[in-house]
């Protein structure tokens, strides 16, 4: 007998609400949940195939672990005291440091992945912590870091009130949305032009956004930022500066205007392969507007100037007025945002507090560049100990990190590895052992991260939809158990990992005269808390302590666990707000328009106006269908137009005797792949573009489709050693290749 039970969709950023079929307990079907508050039933391909990416045969059952070079199946107990063995003496020997984590997107995908890798890592005490976020948007992290105080004070654009959107760098109707959580996105901008209002996509691509924009300007890859400052020095040449209401929150005004004096239109045109006069019209249309935002994305940030593009990115919405207000870019207030602190001067944000080992790289947010864990495991310096042992939850960087074939070599060569994944991939096949966590329908979902970048507030959660399987084990079980065998307590209670958690927040809320708790018992407070387990107590915890929270009943009407159990399809917390100055935690407690790490990387920016790329340069490309490398094992989600190929120009197939379907040898200072060209107008000239996250062909894998369409890895062409210098994010796009035509 079949039945329905909702489901938060965790493929991708939009966080759509499912409705799920379940016959026994197999998902069977998945449709949009019309009454989600969110979401209101928009589904997009890969939600609708949420029950073949759940059910997929490949998925590991149980833990693997290596015995005698090869990965055998084993007990939970067998796994984890492997665990503790593997870890404890190296670092025992050699100190913290020598464990390094890596930390794939899925995490931020899953309850779990929210709530344990942060005591993982202090657990720990290593400062080799490695993220997908070096390969995406660290930059937007360390522009609003150093803008704001706090690294995840990012505005989103207010999609359903703007008049006025310029989109840099984005894909929406392919990526579904990217740090702007929007269910729907491609109705949103549809309703956009529906009211009046315009879009305008800077792209090299004619994607499918583009092709929905009423002006599309086809920017040379790279030059993003040249083109914002551009935009802002027209904004003051012009005398078209107006902050409204920013004005007293925001510092630095005058010396802004005289760092932006050398990129005038005229100067940025030939770098941008734009007309000084589309610039202009650009920043005038945007100061003209009613309500505007400015909204950029992945292209923008992993580009030689990623950290200035996302900070031009802000500075154009503050210049036009365009920051915390309605229509524009506003800050959202996730439910389970810390309480809100008073305005007022706060820690400010620090970069390079240390560095890497070997290429003295600067963490941002304290995490190191993903382009360096090959050389922090396989070189030797006169300091420090290199990576000995290796933790990845969620994390596929052989695939998604730079120059895939020497980290691949680098992990074969570790003391120990750990992986936490539900399948035997391009890098968990490194592991000496492998913990598989439960297929989606089997976990419970909340958007910890994603909810604080949504274009509307709300909050929802689903507890899982089918049963924990036996011989399986709940994520937040793995993951509380990781804990305690990576810090010499394996075999104690995981429910003390929650409770700790749990102490010290209240211990810490209690001691804090802001709190809604301030002076109360927190053994009481404790006692108060509801959820079937330690996961739902501490997601209770941090709906009562939040913003809209009941404060343990200093708000009744506020939120808790079981208010939120009682509406299945979400609560609706209204429209974004405008909050300043209450988000500020800079030392002056104001916006600072032109901080000194943004003004010492200016002179870099301004070299960039007389560079003109030679030959050809790539650029990567989105898929609806696809998250990364997660799911090119799922056949109804690889087929069509998801496809690994090279576009390229006809003008560039044509000099270069390219034809539509042959192979070619792309090469980069990486590497070289050979791939399919695919001959399309849809790119610009002199660029080519291929997909990320494909490139399934090594050995060793259990992941039968995938092994069967491959593709290629793009990252293969790149040796890791172009980053943007502020954020250590990885450069993938305008990267300068080599295409030849293979007789």
Sequence with gaps: MSRTALRICPLCEAT?????????????????????????????????????????????????????????E?????????????????????????????????????????????VLVGALRTRSLFTASTVDQMPKHVSSGLLFGDAHAIPVPDLDRTGHLLLIGANPLESNGSLCTAPDFPGRLKALKARGGRLTVVDPRRTRTARLADRHLAIRPGTDALLLAAMAHTLFAEDLVDLKHLAPHVQGLGELRDALADFTPEAAAPACDLDAAVIRTLARDLAAADTAAVYARIGSCTVPHGTLASWLVDVLNILTGNLDRPGGALFPQAATDRTPRPAGPGRGFQLGRWHSRVSKHPEAKGELPLSALAEEIDTATDEGTPVRALIAVAANPVLSAPDGDRLDKALASLDFMVSVDPYLNETSRHAHVVLPPPPPSQSPHHDFAFNTLAV?????????????????????????????????????????????????????????????????????????????????????????????????????????????????HGIDLGPLRPRLPQPLKTRSGKVELLPEPIAGDLPRLRRALDERPEGLVLVGRRHLRSNNSWMHNVPALTGGSNRCTLHIHPEDAGRLGVRDGADVRVKGAGGAVVVPAEVTDGVRPGVVSLPHGWGHDRPGTRLSHAAGVPGVNVNQLLDGSLLDPLSGNAVLNGVPVEVVTLL
């Design 74 to 118: 084993a007990t939970w107990e067998e796994a984890f005291d492997a665990v503790a063995a593997g870890l404890r003496p190296v670092v025992e020997r050699y100190g913290p440091d020598a464990v390094g984590v890596v930390l794939g997107n899925p995490n931020v995908h899953t309850v779990a992945g929210g709530l344990y890798p942060p």
């Design 456 to 568: 509307r507030n709300q909050v929802r959660y689903t507890r899982p939809a089918v049963p924990l399987e036996p011989g399986r084990m709940a994520e937040s079980e793995i993951l509380a158990r990781l804990v305690l065998a990576a810090t010499g307590t394996d075999g104690a209670d995981p429910a003390a990992v929650d409770a700790m958690v749990i102490e010290q927040t209240l211990g810490k809320a209690v001691r804090d005269a802001h709190s809604p708790v301030h002076g109360r018992d927190p053994h009481d407070l404790a006692a108060r808390l509801t959820g079937d387990n330690g996961p739902e107590r501490r997601l209770d915890l941090m709906l009562r302590l939040g913003p809209y929270g009941d404060g343990f009943g200093a708000r009744p009407d506020g939120l808790t666990l079981r208010k939120l159990l009682d509406h299945p």
């Design 16 to 72: 759509c609400g499912l409705t799920l079929t379940i016959e026994g307990t197999r998902v069977t079907g998945a449709r949009g949940d019309r009454d989600d508050v969110f979401s209101k039933g928009f589904i997009c391909p890969k939600g609708a195939a949420f029950g073949a990416v759940d059910g997929d045969p490949d998925r590991l059952r149980g833990p693997l672990v290596r015995r005698d070079g090869i990965l055998r």
